[in-house]
């Protein structure tokens, strides 16, 4: 936004033709200056400290007594119709001379306070009160000077092939569920374990297709906000083709095997304890009549949604992070609020990575001579950690590639290792041989009352 009276000329040129006070500073990398309309009153505070104690009989004064930053106050009014222009017309006057202002503030720039008798450099506007009336606008602005301090900066004369200057980098935290789950899957797990339990009927998918795939009907759907984002992501659309039509013996093992597995089963099983247990779906029905198939739309939509809702307390439980660059590097993490150092280094004989992390105190506490990787947090136990935290945080590698991957039948299989982009670091809190564990719990959360 422009602002007031602005004109991008030299400052001795624009103050020739001053016989007042105006202010200037930069906005948008543009030098402006300001004019007020009526300035009531202009106050400067210049003020020191000195020693209250007794001064050593030749000592010098300015050992004793300190300037502090001038403050500048002042107070005026704005009219609605003015002889310095705003170049936003179209707009309110006084309410663009309230934003500029606050701008100022708030972005804390700069400002010189000129006059006809001197030129105060380096003030920040820190307090402003408005007195707003029908046709005027009272101010009073307060400035306080900073000071500014020029320090030559020292340059090292190094070399950027010197062996002994590491990369030094700090990896990419990523959203765990987004990263290591497949949401797609997810449902279509979920969408397959309520056909095989009965909780569907008949045509009832072909119904919700009908609903989502239309505009006009999409927004008339009374849905949560997680269902909003899922259905504005065309998740639930594709889950539903992928759901019914892909057998899910077998297939599950390809995507988040043990979420996907524990989905699967916890709603087949616990549509036989009904009699123990009360469910908390009832059986989604397929409608002729739009609006019912709409509000039903709804309520499968939010189930989904839940879903999701429950499987994302897993942040609260894991942390994932990724190498941002392809080179050898030495990346730096805190855990248990000790620092670790993983330093990566590629072996150009076999394509591989290793890597090498080590404590604050330069002792090694974890090796992988070769960087291959997990396929999916279900295979991480005791057995395969990269190593455990003081407080018992544990690490783990995963390849986030190896699961789309067909390895067996690919004869470029180091396509998969030879990219550090595609590694992981999975950091837990908890006890990976409970992992099945905490997924039925969350996953009981949703289904039971």
Not at 99 to 112: A, G, M, P, T
Not at 150 to 171: A, G, I, Q, R, W
Not at 190 to 214: K, M, P, T, Y
Request: glycine share 4%.
């Amino acid at each position: 936004m422009k602002v007031l009276d602005v004109i991008q000329k030299d400052t001795t040129s624009k103050l020739a033709t001053k016989k007042r006070l105006v202010l200037r500073t930069t906005l948008d990398k543009i030098q402006t200056y300001i004019d007020l309309d009526l300035i009531l009153a202009m106050s400067i505070s210049l003020s020191s400290v000195v020693s209250t104690y007794p001064l050593v009989e030749g000592d010098s004064i300015s050992d004793h007594m300190y300037r502090q930053p001038n403050t500048i106050t002042l107070t005026g009014t704005f009219s609605q119709n003015s002889l310095f222009s705003i170049a936003n017309s179209s707009e309110n006057r006084l309410k663009n001379i309230q934003r500029l202002f606050e701008r100022i503030k708030d972005e804390r720039l700069f400002v010189d306070i000129i006059s006809i008798f001197n030129a105060r450099l380096n003030y920040v506007l820190y307090n402003i009160s408005w007195g707003e009336n029908a046709n005027t606008l009272d101010y009073t602005f307060s400035f306080k000077e900073v000071y500014t301090a020029k320090v030559d900066e020292v340059v090292y004369e190094v070399s950027s092939s010197d062996d002994n200057l590491p990369d030094v980098t700090k990896p990419l935290q990523l959203d765990f569920t987004d990263t290591l789950l497949d949401w797609n899957e997810i449902d279509a797990v979920v969408n397959r374990a309520l056909q095989d339990a009965g909780l569907v009927e008949e045509n009832f998918w072909f119904g919700v297709q009908n609903v989502i795939s239309s505009d006009a009907v999409r927004t008339t759907l009374v849905i949560t906000s997680i269902g909003a984002a899922l259905l504005a992501k065309g998740v639930i659309a594709s889950a539903i083709t992928l759901g019914i039509s892909v057998p899910v013996i077998g297939w599950i093992a390809l995507g988040a095997a043990v979420v996907a597995a524990s989905l699967y089963f916890l709603i087949t099983a616990l549509k036989k304890k009904v009699e123990t247990k009360k469910y908390r779906i009832e059986v989604f029905k397929y409608y002729e009549d739009d609006r019912k198939m709409q509000a039903e739309t709804s309520r499968y939509i939010n189930f989904l949604g839940e879903i999701h809702t429950q499987l994302e307390l897993l942040e609260e439980t894991a942390k994932v992070y990724q190498f941002q660059a392809n080179v050898a590097q030495t990346c730096l993490l805190t855990i248990d609020n000790n620092y670790y150092s993983f330093i990566v280094t590629k072996n150009n004989t076999t394509g591989y990575w290793s890597m090498e992390i080590q404590d604050m105190h330069d002792n090694v506490v974890g090796q992988v001579s070769s960087m291959i990787g997990l396929s999916n947090v279900g295979d991480a136990n005791d057995h395969n950690k990269i190593f455990v935290g003081s407080s018992g945080t544990t690490v783990y590698l995963i390849n986030t590639k190896l699961e789309e991957a067909d390895i067996y039948n690919d004869s470029d299989n180091m396509k998969y290792y030879d990219t550090l982009e595609n590694f992981v670091l999975f950091v837990t809190s908890i006890n990976m041989n409970e992992w099945s564990n905490l997924i039925s719990d969350i996953i009981n959360g949703t289904l039971l009352v």
